[in-house]
T-cell receptor, first 111, second 115 residues
């Protein structure tokens, strides 16, 4: 069965304190890996798509990277407005294009 | 930027009643989805819809659920006889294409509370 595991479950940072979130996956083959941001009471907001090992995508203070077994979401010099739950979703090779979501990492950035 | 809109934002219903959750996908998107998220749990796939028919559904999407695209803009999820365990956030999503790497774009959800 395809599995997506995110760690840590929760992360508290001081403003400006850089860190990384992890998404590890076990799938038969990767079609795509997606990162989403989810604010409380809101829907997931698409951030990045990654496809091949070694690929990197950046947006403001966020950078997503991909290896054959995991993806990292690096947050550089975070601000309080970066506080949210970050979701990883993996699209596996096979019949279905439907992604499997991880449980997410809840990030709180203190001023 | 175009977005997926969902109504109502919160629905409170008595157990056994029928509910209809409504979604307006992004206008040039062709693929539509419903997901749910029980409080504190992960986002779970319910059903996908393309070309006016269901293309895929999960084990959760049993006979009490149905979907419809009644006109050119709306996409609905009906739950026929609600149970307490149907309480969750329900998200609609849409995508221009379905394939490798193609992201889905989500609405802000309907919080369904079954009493």
């Amino acid at each position: 069965e395809d599995q997506v595991t995110q760690s840590p479950e929760a992360l508290r940072l001081q403003e400006g304190e850089s860190s990384s979130l992890n998404c590890s996956y076990t799938v038969s083959g990767l079609r795509g890996l997606f990162w989403y941001r989810q604010d409380p009471g809101k829907g997931p907001e698409f951030l990045f798509t990654l496809y091949s090992a070694g690929e990197e995508k950046e947006k403001e203070r966020l950078k997503a990277t991909l290896t054959k077994k995991e993806s990292f979401l690096h947050i550089t010099a975070p601000k309080p407005e970066d506080s949210a739950t970050y979701l990883c979703a993996v699209q596996a090779r096979g019949g279905s294009y439907i992604p499997t979501f991880g449980r997410g990492t809840s990030l709180i950035v203190h001023p | 930027e175009p977005e997926v809109t969902q109504t109502p934002s919160h629905q409170v219903t008595q157990m056994g009643q029928e509910v209809i959750l409504r979604c307006v996908p992004i206008s040039n998107h062709l693929y539509f989805y419903w997901y749910r998220q029980i409080l504190g749990q992960k986002v779970e796939f319910l059903v996908s819809f393309y070309n006016n028919e269901i293309s895929e559904k999960s084990e959760i999407f049993d006979d009490q659920f149905s979907v419809e695209r009644p006109d050119g803009s709306n996409f609905t999820l009906k739950i026929r006889s609600t149970k307490l365990e149907d309480s969750a956030m329900y998200f609609c999503a849409s995508a221009k294409l379905q394939g490798d790497n193609q992201p889905q774009h989500f609405g802000d959800g309907t919080r369904l509370s079954i009493l």
